[in-house]
C-alpha cells in the first residue's frame, strides 16, 4: 500500500528540492490560490480603465492617473488636491488635479535673481532715513519665494515718492502670477523690549501683477504691512528624485544623490537649507511608515525620524544600519514598497525588510540568495496589497504573503507564482491593487472568468520500485486535468466533478513521481494507489 | 540647454536690447527663398512683432551658459476647423557653433510638450522650410497619447 495523499494544498519552496519539501508543498504553483489549502482559481484581471504608452500609475480616491515616465508620486495634504511628482521632468513638480485633467507646475518659487532697480534719492535732512527694497514672486498657489537682494540704500524722507522698476522673466514652469515689494525699516519697536532697540525689518509695500512693472511707493511709514517671513524659504532642487510624504506629519521629502531634503512642515514648496541631510551613500528609494522614513541607498540602509517639530537637521535622529544592504532595482523605479510593517526592498539576496531598526532578508527561507540572482532582481518592481507582497521581474511574478497577524489565512500560501507581468502596480485606498498592462490598469482577482491553476506536487517517492496505476481526485464545480508525471513520460486523465477514481495506465515502475493538476475546478483531496485493492482503503 | 519664453518688451530700451539679442537668428529665419519670392525687405521683424502685440505668438530662446543657441518663433492658435489650441513653431534658427539642429530644435519641443498643462494646447507642430522653399508642417504630438 502507499501511502501518499493530499489534503492540504500549501505554495512552493523553490529553495528546497523536491524531495526535501514538507508534506503538501508545491514544486509548481501557478495562478493557484490556496486560502483554502484547496487548490482554486483566481479570476482574471478586470480592466478599468484604457490607458496608452503609460509606465506608472497613481490611483487617488477614485482617479486613476498615469505617467510616460518613470516618476515618484506623493500626496500631501487631505485638503490638499494636487500631488507631488519627481522624475517627469528635469526639476519636482506639483500638479493640479481637477478630474482627469494634471497641470504641471514647478514645485517651489524661485527667488528673484536681481534686485528690484530703484531710483536713486539722496535726500539729507533731519527726517531722512536710509530704505532699500527687496521683491519676491508669488506662484499661482500663492506661494512666496525668498527675496531678491536688495537693492541700493536710498534716503528718502516719510512719503517721498521713489520709483521702482522691476522687471523680470522668471522660468515659464514656475507659474509666477505676482511679485510682492518690500521696504526696509529700521527703528521699530517690537512692544516686548525693556530697553529701546532699534529693529530692522523689510515691511510690505504692495503687490503688483506679472513680473514687468514700473511702481511708485509713496508709502508711508505708518502705512506699511506686514514683515517679511520668507528669508528662509528655498525651492527644491533641480533633478530631486524621490519625492515621499512623511505620514502624520505635512513634510515631503526628497533626494538628490546623496542629500536629502525635508519641507518645512506645512510648506510643501519650502525644503530649507536647516533641514538639508548629507548621506554617507547615494539614495536609492525612500518610504515613509508612520513618521518614519526609510532610506534604501547604493550601500547601508538608513532610517530617519520625520518628526514635524524639528525645525533644523540636530533634531532629526539618523540610525544607518549596521549591515550594507544596497539596493539593485533601482531603474525600475519601483523597486520597494512600503507595508504597515517597514519598508521592503530589493537587494542582491532577496527582499530587506526595514521596519523599526531591524534589517531582515525576509526571503531566505523560500529564495537563498543563488535562486534569487537567478529571478532578475534587478528588474523587479513590488507591490503591498493585503498581507503580501507582488513581485514581478523580467523572469517571474510571485506573491509572497508576509503578514500573518493582520490576515490569519495565510497559512497554505506563503509564496505562489502569477502569469501577469504588469508595468505598475498600486493599491488602491479602498484596498483594490490594481496592475498596469500594456492596454490599461487592470483590477487584480476581480474579473468574470476563472484564470486556470497549474499545481505540481512535491516528489511522491518510496524505497522501492512501483508503479502508480489509480488516482482518486475531488473536485467541485468544474473539472480538473491531472497529469502523473514520471522520469519516462506522462499520463493525462480529466477528472469529473464529484469524487472519483480513475485508472492511470502503467508508466513502468519508478521510484519518484509527480501529480500536475490543471483547471478552474477547487480539488480538496487527492491520493494515489498501487492498484484498485490499494484504492479502496482510501 | 536653458529655455526662455521672450516676452513682450515694456520699454523702449527693452524693446531695442531684446532686438539686439535675438537680431541675428530672426534675420537668419527670412529664407534666401522667402527673399527671393518677398523681396529684399525682411518682414520677419513686424511678422513678430504683430503675433507679440496681440498675444497670439511668443518667441523661445534656447540657452547655453547664458547664451542664444537657438529662436524658435511659435505660435499658438485655436484651430478653426477641429476647435483644438495647437502650438507651432512656425520659423526656427539655430546657432551656427551648433553641430546638430536638430538636437536644438527637439529640446524646443520637448520643453513646450513638458509644459504643454501650462501652455494648454492640444496639439504640436513643426513648419519646416527647405532650401528649395518647400513647406511641410509635421505633427510632433496630439493630446489623448499619454
Known amino acids: 500500500m502507499l501511502d501518499w495523499n493530499q489534503y492540504e494544498f500549501f505554495g512552493i519552496l523553490p529553495r528546497l528540492r523536491g524531495k526535501q519539501l514538507p508534506r503538501g508543498y508545491a514544486t509548481v504553483a501557478h495562478n493557484v490560490d490556496l486560502t483554502h489549502g484547496t487548490l482554486l482559481p483566481f479570476r482574471e484581471p478586470l480592466k478599468v480603465k484604457e490607458l496608452n504608452n503609460a509606465i506608472r500609475l497613481y490611483v487617488r480616491g477614485c482617479d486613476i492617473y498615469a505617467f510616460d515616465k518613470c516618476v515618484e508620486v506623493a500626496e ?15 526639476y519636482p513638480e506639483t500638479v493640479e488635479l481637477n478630474g482627469d485633467n494634471m497641470t504641471f507646475r514647478r514645485l517651489g518659487v524661485m527667488q528673484p535673481l536681481t534686485p528690484p532697480d530703484v531710483q536713486p534719492i539722496y535726500i539729507n535732512t533731519e527726517k531722512s532715513r536710509s530704505v532699500a527694497y527687496v521683491v519676491t514672486f508669488i506662484n499661482y498657489f500663492g506661494e512666496e519665494s525668498a527675496p531678491s537682494l536688495p537693492s ?33 525699516e529700521t527703528g521699530f519697536r517690537t512692544g516686548a523690549e525693556k530697553e529701546q532697540e532699534m529693529v530692522t525689518n523689510w515691511f510690505l509695500i504692495g503687490e503688483v501683477r506679472g513680473t514687468n512693472a514700473f511702481i511708485t511707493d509713496t508709502v508711508t511709514i505708518a502705512e506699511v504691512g506686514y514683515g517679511l517671513t520668507t528669508q528662509e524659504v528655498r525651492e527644491p532642487p533641480r533633478n530631486m528624485r524621490n519625492i515621499t510624504n512623511i505620514e502624520e506629519t505635512a513634510i515631503l521629502a526628497g533626494s538628490v544623490a546623496n542629500k536629502l531634503y525635508f519641507s518645512q512642515n506645512l510648506q510643501s514648496y519650502n525644503f530649507p537649507l536647516s533641514q538639508e541631510m548629507t548621506l554617507d551613500d547615494s539614495i536609492v528609494a525612500m518610504q515613509s511608515v508612520g513618521n518614519t522614513l526609510y532610506v534604501a541607498t547604493d550601500g547601508y540602509p538608513y532610517q530617519v525620524v520625520g518628526d514635524v517639530g524639528c525645525d533644523s537637521r540636530e533634531c532629526r535622529q539618523v540610525n544607518k544600519y549596521d549591515i550594507p544592504m544596497p539596493m539593485i532595482a533601482c531603474h525600475t523605479g519601483k523597486g520597494s514598497t512600503k507595508t504597515p510593517f517597514g519598508m521592503v526592498y530589493v537587494s542582491a539576496d532577496g527582499l530587506v525588510l526595514l521596519s523599526g531598526n531591524t534589517q ?13 540572482r537567478r529571478l532578475a532582481p534587478h528588474t523587479m518592481r513590488l507591490a503591498f496589497h493585503k498581507g503580501a507582497i507582488y513581485c514581478v521581474s523580467e523572469v517571474i511574478s510571485f506573491i509572497l504573503w508576509l503578514d500573518s497577524e493582520t490576515y490569519q489565512d495565510s497559512k497554505h500560501k506563503r509564496l505562489v507564482t502569477i502569469e501577469d507581468e504588469p508595468i505598475d502596480m498600486v493599491e488602491t485606498r479602498q484596498g483594490e491593487l490594481l496592475l498596469l498592462l500594456e492596454d490599461g490598469a487592470y483590477q487584480w482577482n476581480a474579473g468574470s472568468t476563472w484564470r486556470p491553476y497549474k499545481w505540481v506536487s512535491g516528489d511522491i517517492d518510496s524505497p522501492f520500485l512501483y508503479s502508480i496505476t489509480r488516482i482518486r481526485l475531488k473536485t467541485n464545480e468544474f473539472g480538473v486535468r491531472c497529469n502523473l508525471q514520471s522520469s519516462i513520460g506522462e499520463v493525462v486523465r480529466d477528472f469529473p466533478v ?16 509527480n501529480i500536475e493538476i490543471t483547471g478552474i475546478g477547487e480539488v480538496t483531496e487527492i491520493d494515489v494507489g498501487v492498484s484498485q485493492l490499494d484504492m479502496a482503503s482510501k | 540647454m536653458e529655455f526662455e519664453v521672450i516676452r513682450m518688451p515694456q520699454t523702449e530700451e527693452q524693446l531695442e536690447q531684446t532686438f539686439q539679442q ?8 527670412y529664407t534666401e ?8 525687405e525682411n518682414f520677419i521683424m513686424d511678422h513678430w ?30 484651430d478653426m476647423w477641429y476647435g483644438k489650441q495647437r502650438l507651432e513653431i512656425n520659423r526656427y534658427s539655430v546657432a551656427n557653433e551648433v553641430n546638430d539642429e536638430k538636437v ?8 513646450l510638450l513638458d509644459n504643454r498643462t501650462l501652455l494648454m494646447f492640444d496639439e504640436l507642430y513643426l513648419l519646416h522650410r527647405t532650401v528649395d522653399g518647400g513647406e511641410y508642417k509635421e505633427l510632433v504630438w496630439r493630446a489623448n497619447q499619454t
Not at chain 2, 527663398?33 to 529684399?40: A, K, L, T, V, Y
Request: aromatic share 10%; proline share 5%.
Open chain 2, 49 to 78: 512683432v504683430m503675433l507679440w502685440a496681440s498675444g497670439a505668438g511668443f518667441l523661445l530662446a534656447a540657452k547655453e551658459q547664458g547664451n542664444i543657441i537657438g529662436l524658435g518663433m511659435c505660435v499658438k492658435f485655436r
Open chain 2, 22 to 29: 535675438n537680431g541675428p537668428f530672426l534675420s537668419a529665419m
Open chain 1, 498 to 513: 464529484g469524487d472519483n477514481i480513475l485508472p492511470f495506465s502503467r508508466l513502468g515502475r519508478h521510484k519518484v513521481y
Open chain 2, 104 to 111: 536644438v530644435v527637439r529640446a524646443m519641443m520637448d520643453y
Open chain 1, 152 to 184: 541700493i540704500d536710498i534716503s528718502i524722507e516719510d512719503g517721498t515718492a521713489v520709483g521702482i522698476s522691476l522687471d523680470y522673466n522668471p522660468p515659464l514652469e514656475y507659474d509666477i502670477k505676482s511679485m510682492r515689494i518690500y521696504r526696509r
Open chain 2, 33 to 40: 527663398n522667402d527673399e527671393r519670392i518677398h523681396g529684399p
Open chain 1, 76 to 90: 500631501w495634504l487631505p485638503d490638499c488636491p494636487r500631488l507631488f511628482v519627481t522624475g517627469r521632468v528635469g
Open chain 1, 360 to 372: 531582515r532578508v525576509i526571503t531566505t527561507d523560500v529564495f537563498s540568495a543563488d535562486d534569487w
